[in-house]
């Protein structure tokens, strides 16, 4: 079975059913479907890493046959202050315990692209803003 890490900004209160889109507060409506789509998968282990301001610590949850990980970080300002070594400390632990064979950075915006710096593995980065533009241009 391939371990898959996906670092986006993942709506935690999809899980709950608290709120749901735009609405509720959320960038990326899609993420909550495509899990979904993945409850059943036999062939790949998903791991979600969610970069959180509000997480007090480390907390992982298992729903949809995945796990998700919440990892405590500051805001984008101190992290850039920081040169991203909240996150880049958060996804190198969160990549020492899992050890996937793939992670997917979905993404700029957040900075979850800080993961790409320590992992020597297959990796895959979204930049759907960027290409967009790129193509429009």
Do not use: V
């Not at 993420?31 to 979904?36: C, E, G, M, N, V």
């Not at 969610?50 to 480390?58: H, L, Q, V, W, Y």
């Not at 991203?84 to 969160?94: A, F, I, T, V």
Request: proline content about 6%; overall charge positive; hydrophobic content about 40%.
């Amino acid at each position: 079975m391939k371990k898959i890490c996906i670092f986006a900004e993942f709506p935690l209160s999809a899980i709950s059913g608290e709120a749901s889109g735009r609405g509720g507060g959320q960038a990326a409506t899609w993420l909550p479907q495509l899990a979904r789509a993945w409850e059943h998968s036999a062939e790949f282990d998903i791991h979600w890493g969610i970069f959180d301001r509000s997480a007090p610590k480390p907390e992982s949850i298992r729903f949809w046959n995945q796990t998700f990980h919440r990892i405590p970080c500051p805001g984008i300002t101190a992290s850039m202050f920081l040169w991203r070594w909240p996150q880049r400390s958060g996804s190198r632990s969160l990549m020492l315990t899992i050890k996937p064979d793939l992670i997917h950075c979905w993404g700029t915006e957040n900075l979850n692209g800080a993961a790409l710096c320590d992992f020597a593995g297959k990796s895959i980065l979204s930049m759907q803003g960027i290409i967009s533009a790129y193509f429009q241009t």
